[in-house]
């Protein structure tokens, strides 16, 4: 069940073992957006993203089965080092299964906590059925990146946090992926604060806000081309889709490639925090939106991660 009430308790669960990321502000994107915008930090997490709290809430249940040796995923970089993370800390064993064409930067902090690393091809099919292989062979269960109640409670814990410092926020900006981020955000925000509209920002390509209104979504194999690694998945969970469709039908919001650069760059030189290109993605949603008309006069935008390649420039 995904719930305020069971991501509250997600939140009792890994609070001693994460970071309370802090918010920072900047006057001149203050000034470029018309309204007072309020960064959530989560870049600043245990290993640089917020997939660390679903994948210790995830691990931590896991673990309370004493047969259970280890933990398996498929991941192109945060959640396989998040999982990593929470799967040293709590004693287990990891393996990852990161497609080709994931990061050096991501796969090397991954070996840092002791994964296993498999590879496979790029598509999300590929990742999905070698994932589904080793975890046969290995006896391990599966900690889905985005699609599991357990995954979506630990990541909803970040709204918990973010009400607790600003309490009147008139709207949220999120990137979205598969959806884990999105619904456990969504689900804690409609149901105890209705009246913080929650807009989720999609690169080109993706079309989430054709399938919110049809209510069918067409489960694409093939990874999107965008900058935005975290996020280049294209079908969203089906566990996730249901709580978006209730929550922010209409509050979805599509960005260029360009506007993802600049967005990010603005972040970069603005705030000096060097964030990945997909923590860029909602800001450059935010940029996008005509927020007088919305009547949003103050935003919080989820700076999701910052393992950045070191290669990239936006």
Known sequence: MISAKTIIEAYERISSAIHKTPIITSRTINRIAGCEVFFKCDHLQKTGSFKARGAYNSTKLISQDPNCKGVITHSSGNHGQALAWAAEQIGLKCVVVVPKNAPTSKI?????????????????????????????????????????????????????????????????????????????????????????????????????????FTGVFENQQEALDTVADGIRVHKIGSICFPIIQKFCKSNIITVTEEEISEAVKLIWTRTKQRVEPTAGVPLAGLLKSNLKDLNVKKAAVILCGGNVDITYTP
């Open 108 to 212: 090397d902090a991954m070996e840092e906590y002791n994964a296993e690393i498999h590879r496979c091809e790029n598509s999300i099919k590929a990742r999905e059925e070698t994932c589904e292989h080793l975890s046969e062979e290995l006896g391990y269960p599966i900690v889905p990146p985005y699609d599991s109640i357990q995954t979506i409670n630990g990541q909803g814990t970040i709204a918990v946090e973010l009400i607790e410092q600003i309490p009147d926020l008139d709207a949220v900006f999120l990137s979205i992926g598969g959806g884990g981020l999105a619904s456990g955000v969504a689900a804690y925000i409609g149901e105890h604060f209705p009246n913080i509209r929650v807009f989720l920002v999609e690169p080109a390509g993706k079309e989430l806000g054709k399938y919110l």
